[in-house]
Nanobody, 127 residues
Framework: QSVEPGGHSVQPGGSLRLSCTVSTFSLDHATIGWFRQAPGKEREGLSCISSTTINPYYTDSIKGRFTISRDNAKNTAYLQMNSLKPEDKAVYYC??????????????????????WGPGIQVTVAS
């Protein structure tokens, strides 16, 4: 795998940070996104950030709770998730694209057009 995330389970109201480190190519000029797929639902784009980091995109359901960031020196992207809710339970994916320059466009694009996907990681929000 060229993109590797990490994560843990958490209680409702808690926080969790997902990280995604790329080991095989530079993220300097890439747009990075976080997606999730809940049971029985389609994969949705949560947040994406372009190489300029200007105007990261957030889908409505996570605005004000989740924050995307990137550290190009570490070739890593992060998703800080606060005030987690049971409905945030899903498999989370990070993704990297070298052709999208607009964060929102990457987040709403079909999965098959995005260059690289990390392995999914289960996030559980439960008491």
């Amino acid at each position: 795998q060229s993109v590797e995330p990490g994560g843990h389970s958490v209680q409702p109201g808690g926080s969790l940070r997902l990280s995604c480190t790329v080991s095989t190519f530079s993220l300097d000029h890439a747009t990075i996104g976080w997606f999730r797929q809940a049971p029985g639902k389609e994969r949705e784009g949560l947040s994406c950030i372009s190489s300029t980091t200007i105007n990261p995109y957030y889908t409505d359901s996570i605005k004000g709770r989740f924050t995307i960031s990137r550290d190009n020196a570490k070739n890593t992207a992060y998703l800080q998730m606060n005030s987690l809710k049971p409905e945030d339970k899903a498999v989370y994916y990070c993704a990297v694209d070298l052709h999208f320059f607009d964060a929102k466009r990457m987040c709403v694009a079909p999965s098959e057009v995005i260059d690289y996907w990390g392995p999914g990681i289960q996030v559980t929000v439960a008491s």
